[in-house]
């Protein structure tokens, strides 16, 4: 007789207490040191990071180490709270290199590093926050994107995020992994102007860097593809972030709002536009906790629960800051008004690690495979 077949646990998506503990302090630290007026003035500004805010967020709050094991320097916790950091950053579009480095950069080196080794000596800088690291492939490859198009350490990858924040570049050749110094005299960052100027964008050229070899092209591979899928699926909550700013404040405005005597959001065409915006909200944060979580478990659906959440948060928050802009009148269309930080970040963030139509072909390939 054959044992009944036990069927999948549903993942629980509410957050623990640990995880609003989490929330309150970089919410916290975000409105003490990236309020609005400050990241429209640093957005005007050469340099866009405040050092102090990385080295609070990273350092004391501790969120650099979060995805790395307590015997490499790091906090031991998971792709959940990651996520929760990402969302309060969505919220208040702060520049900060945390998706790069301590997303992207810290699950590439995750997936090379033992107990010691160069990628675990790196890894233990970066859970510190001493040290940022970038991956050296356009912000716009998706989790199962194209090779390596450079040689032996050498050529130019164009549209790096965070490049010029950087200490270390995690460049991917034909020949495997290499860690690069950005302070090297063969690596040249030239600045791009990029459409959401709270993430900069950077072309680097390498002419015969001298590079410290993490992993051979094998391995390289597969670490840069669970990089990037980490990547897209914790992008998924920085979105969330995004949406929900954008309908609160849209909300609390046409609440104050008056127009023939009365508040703007008590009209009925208003009203059913932000209860649908809502629901997309409501969507969104399922797909962007369920995709957290599946990462955070190592479940064999994390590949199809990062695309769906892609294929969704995506939308969901160009449509906010859409909506947030219009709603909030000629007041929403200035510079002094945050809203356009919103919008632009939206707008280069659903072109991020691959953009929702290339999710949603990844939700329909995977779709077509066999259960495992």
């Known amino acids: 007789m054959t044992a009944p077949v036990q069927p999948p646990a549903t993942p629980d998506l509410l957050y623990s207490q640990d995880e609003e503990d989490l929330r309150s302090a970089v919410r916290a630290l975000l409105a003490d040191r990236a309020a609005a007026p400050t990241v429209i003035a640093a957005t005007e500004s050469d340099t866009p990071y405040d050092p102090q805010l990385w080295a609070s967020l990273a350092g004391s709050i501790g969120a650099a180490g979060l995805l790395v094991p307590e015997k490499l320097?790091?906090?031991?916790?998971?792709?959940?709270?990651?996520?929760?950091?990402?969302?309060?950053?969505?919220?208040?579009?702060?520049?900060?290199?945390?998706?790069?480095?301590?997303?992207?950069?810290?699950?590439?080196?995750?997936?090379?590093?033992?107990?010691?080794?160069?990628?675990?000596?790196?890894?233990?800088?970066?859970?510190?926050?001493?040290?940022?690291?970038?991956?050296?492939?356009?912000?716009?490859?998706?989790?199962?994107?194209?090779?390596?198009?450079?040689?032996?350490?050498?050529?130019?990858?164009?549209?790096?995020?965070?490049?010029?924040?950087?200490?270390?570049?995690?460049?991917?050749?034909s020949e495997g992994l290499y860690a690069v110094e950005a302070s090297d005299p063969a690596v040249a960052v030239e600045p791009l102007v990029p459409l959401d100027l709270t993430r900069p964008l950077a072309s680097v050229t390498l002419t015969g860097a001298a590079g410290s070899p993490l992993a051979d092209a094998g391995a390289s591979a597969a670490a840069v593809r669970r990089g990037l899928r980490a990547g897209a699926g914790l992008l998924a909550s920085e979105q969330l972030g995004i949406a929900e700013w954008c309908l609160t404040e849209t909300v609390r405005y046409t609440r104050e709002r008056h127009q023939f005597n009365r508040p703007v959001g008590s009209f009925q065409a208003l009203k059913h536009r932000m209860a649908q915006l809502w629901l997309e909200v409501v969507s969104a944060r399922a797909a962007a906790r369920n995709a957290a979580d599946a990462l955070a478990t190592g479940s064999p659906d994390a590949p199809l629960a990062v695309a769906v959440a892609q294929a969704y948060c995506s939308g969901v928050a160009v449509h906010a800051a859409e909506e947030c802009v219009q709603l909030h009148g000629g007041i929403g269309m200035t510079w002094e008004h945050p809203a356009h930080l919103y919008l632009k970040r939206a707008k280069a963030d659903s072109l991020a690690y691959g953009t929702a139509g290339s999710h949603r072909q990844a939700v329909a390939e995977l779709a077509e495979l066999p259960a495992p």
């Open 73 to 173: 320097g790091g906090q031991g916790a998971s792709h959940r709270e990651a996520a929760v950091v990402l969302e309060e950053l969505g919220r208040s579009v702060a520049p900060a290199p945390y998706l790069t480095s301590s997303v992207v950069a810290t699950e590439t080196l995750l997936a090379l590093a033992g107990e010691d080794g160069p990628a675990a000596a790196l890894l233990r800088e970066l859970a510190s926050g001493a040290r940022t690291a970038v991956l050296a492939v356009p912000f716009a490859t998706p989790p199962a994107g194209p090779g390596p198009a450079l040689g032996p350490l050498g050529g130019t990858v164009r549209g790096v995020a965070d490049a010029r924040a950087a200490d270390v570049l995690l460049v991917p050749t």
